[in-house]
């Protein structure tokens, strides 16, 4: 029997689960669990790279661990960066096979330094965030991973970390590492309901992201002050009756149907091509649907966090067994670049 394929993704304990990083990516965490070997971290060492709180991030990993169990990944998947140090030095190890040029290229850097600079006025950029598209290709080669399921605003990342794995395999010789592929999700980009031209995220600040782990009633009123355009029949339609969707309305629409609400889809985008669709309907099918989704996930969360002594215990356990395997890839790695190998 053919060995199982392996998959490897992460997130960053920098704030709330929002429903971009559920849809986008996390949703397939839970899918691939059933058929692939698969491995998600919570990577800490990322969230240092923008101004962060000390303090603040441990609890801040602990609090996204809780989250990823509640929405149904597994503990034993689940492993904290930070306890598997083999990341930051095959990231080391990495710098010397990456390119400063192909870096600059990195339109996360550029949206992230902008954004640092908006959000906190301050001017200081860190080296960490200029590299962190390396310490990603460390996380993802470290586990020799098939494929990576994230969201579309990471594949110029994956690409990356593809051409570090070649260059590395050239230069020592040995096809060592696989070439990892991306798995996109059919909503792989989630857009901010306040502006729908830029990307649910948390670093733009608290209106342009939807927390997973929301009250209800907030989620509703989020949706419901969602921007969309003057009205369906403002917008023209083409030769088969499909009228255009501005990006507002196209992402109302897309998470109607992330959240598998098909049949309200149907209907609503028949009465959209009809030109009689009213958006307060829409807003509010698409915020009923993320607030249903969103009570079991509260609910078991709260389940979770009784229990926490125990579910920290699991994590722990889990990232040293993860970590076994990271060991492996550096004593190899080691050996192939010629540096010191120390017993393992
Ligand atoms: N808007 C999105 N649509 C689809 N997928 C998304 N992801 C993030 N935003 C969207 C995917 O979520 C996974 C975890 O990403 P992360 O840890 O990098 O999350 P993030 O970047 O911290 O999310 P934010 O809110 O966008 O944070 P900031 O603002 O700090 O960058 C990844 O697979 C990502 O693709």
């Known amino acids: 029997m053919s060995e199982q394929k392996r998959v490897l993704s992460c997130i960053q304990p920098t704030g709330h689960m929002h429903f971009g990083n559920y849809f986008g990516a996390v949703k397939n965490w839970v899918d691939l669990q059933e058929k692939y070997n698969c491995v998600y971290g919570v990577v800490d ?5 923008t101004l962060y709180k000390p303090d603040k991030l441990r609890q801040a990993t602990w609090e996204i661990i809780f989250s990823l169990l509640a929405v149904g990944v597994k503990a034993e998947n689940l492993f904290i960066q930070s306890l598997i140090p083999e990341h930051v030095e095959l990231c080391w190890i990495f710098n010397c096979f990456s390119s400063y040029g192909q870096l600059q290229r990195m339109t996360q850097f550029k949206d992230k330094s902008n954004q640092a600079k908006e959000t906190t006025k ?19 080669l470290l586990y020799h991973a ?25 230069q020592v010789g040995k096809e060592y590492f696989v070439l990892p ?83 309200a889809h149907k209907d609503l985008e028949t009465k959209y091509n009809e030109g009689n669709l009213s958006y307060g309907d829409l807003k509010g099918t698409v915020g009923e649907a993320l607030a249903e989704l969103s009570a079991g996930f509260v609910a078991r969360k709260a389940e979770l966090m009784a229990d926490k002594k125990n579910v ?33």
């Open 45 to 49: 060492y990322h969230a240092m790279t």
């Open 122 to 140: 301050d001017t200081f950029i860190s080296t960490g965030l200029f590299d962190y598209p390396v310490l990603q290709a460390a996380d993802i």
């Open 146 to 170: 098939d494929f990576v399921p994230v969201g579309k605003d990471q594949d110029q990342h994956l690409e990356l970390c593809r051409s570090i794995a070649n260059r590395f395999n050239t």
């Open 181 to 263: 592929e991306t798995l996109h999700t059919e909503t792989p980009k989630i857009m901010s309901t306040a502006d729908p031209t830029r990307k649910m995220s948390k670093s733009a600040g608290d209106k342009h992201y939807i927390n997973v782990f929301e009250e209800q009633k907030r989620i509703l009123k989020q949706v419901r002050s969602a921007v969309t355009d003057a009205g369906a029949s403002t917008m023209s339609v083409d030769a088969n009756g499909i009228r255009e969707k501005s990006a507002g309305v196209e992402n109302l629409f897309e998470l109607l149907k992330a959240c598998g609400k098909l049949n």
């Open 312 to 344: 920290k215990y699991q994590i722990q356990q889990s990232s040293a067994e993860i970590r076994v395997r990271a060991k492996q890839t550096l004593k190899d790695v080691r050996q192939l670049t010629g540096l010191g190998n120390l017993k393992y």
